[in-house]
């Protein structure tokens, strides 16, 4: 990790402990990850982290429960409502009252969770093909999701498992690098197969019409794990919404286009 990203471990409700890396100052930006074997906040967004620094913001990095460094408890189901009671807990206690959130994948079903449970806290949003937006058997139908949660629930999870999901999320997967793929496998040998096997979302179609706040959208139009259909959700009942599909593109837009992400997140912020 970067020697400027400082990590803080906060208790929450539950008695769990939310991971939070965070650098830079100004306004404050939470960079919310997706799920799956390895996951964290610093390894989803460390290519975007130092153009949203530079420009002047806040960045944080959480790890959800049951991710990074956070707690991962067992036998319990992983609802959308406890990974976005336990991060919002959290960001409360870090100072955090207003934010732009952005969300990839679960990531993004939980920044539009926290949108609708906490009016006034999310100022912006910035969505990454989120989830929480289907049926969750639609979801579990996705080859890439089906793949995931076959392979990482087996009894022997191992590092070339890692590397075929890892590059599972991309098209292109010359951008997936061995340090990547170490990097989450340790990660991933400390999770619960609850992570994935108890993981319970709702779909949040029906309230997109109730996010007031200006939203952008990216998805890749060869996304194997959340349907890019998704995006006429948002422009179909959102009042203030964009979304861009990438061609030749798959789950990770912010890894696969980081310049274009970059600077096409950071010129809506500013506007």
């Keep these: 990790m970067a020697n400027d990203v400082k990590r803080t471990t906060y208790k929450v409700a539950g008695g769990y402990e939310i991971s939070i890396a965070e650098t830079g100052s100004g306004p404050a930006v939470v960079f919310i990850h997706g799920s799956g074997p390895g996951a964290s906040g610093y390894s989803n967004f460390k290519q975007n982290i130092a153009a949203f620094v530079d420009a002047g913001y806040r960045v944080l990095l959480p790890d959800m429960i049951g991710y990074g460094d956070s707690s991962k ?6 609802t959308l409502a406890l990974f976005t009671d336990t991060l919002y807990d959290a960001l409360v206690q870090a100072g955090v009252t207003k934010a732009v959130l952005v969300g990839n994948s679960l990531g993004g079903g939980v920044a539009i969770q926290m949108s609708l449970d906490h009016p006034g806290f999310a100022e912006k949003l910035v969505l990454m093909a989120p989830g929480c937006i289907e049926e969750l058997p639609v979801y579990f139908a996705m080859p890439g999701i089906a793949k995931m949660v076959g392979d990482f629930t087996s009894p022997d999870f191992t590092l070339d498992d890692q590397r075929k999901l890892v590059s599972n999320l991309v098209y292109d997967a010359s951008v997936i ?7 989450r496998y340790a990660v991933a040998r400390t999770q619960p197969k609850d992570v994935l096997a108890r993981m319970r979302t709702p779909n949040l179609a029906p309230r997109l019409g109730e996010l007031p706040m200006p939203i952008i959208g990216f998805w890749g139009q060869n996304d194997e794990f959340c349907p890019a259909s998704g995006a006429q959700r948002f422009l179909d009942t959102c009042p203030d919404a964009r979304f861009m599909i990438f061609n030749k593109v798959g789950h990770w837009v912010q890894v696969e286009r980081t310049t274009e992400f970059n600077r096409y997140a950071l010129d809506f912020l500013r506007g």
């Design 177 to 183: 690098t061995d340090a990547l793929v170490a990097e």
């Design 73 to 78: 408890p067992e036998g319990i189901d992983y």
